[in-house]
């Protein structure tokens, strides 16, 4: 299960815009936040990239993405 919540604090703990994650990502912001507000049906490599843009550690990432 996606956490929306969690995303957008890691966000703003990051200092990171939506516009920003979006760049990163190759992605219309647009097309960002229908993902993170919907049902955050992000790909594989969609993921990796935020993982690796917000540097995550593995309790974030967890709680984030694999939360129950």
Partial sequence: ????NE???EMARSG???NELASA???NPAT???KIS???SFTREE?????D??????PAIENIFFAH
């Fill in 1 to 4: 299960m996606f956490k929306e």
């Fill in 7 to 9: 995303l957008r604090a």
């Fill in 16 to 18: 990171v815009s939506v």
């Fill in 25 to 27: 990502l190759d992605i």
């Fill in 32 to 34: 960002l936040y229908r």
């Fill in 38 to 40: 919907n049902d955050g």
């Fill in 47 to 51: 993921i990796g990239k935020i993982i």
């Fill in 53 to 58: 843009f917000l540097k995550l550690d593995k």
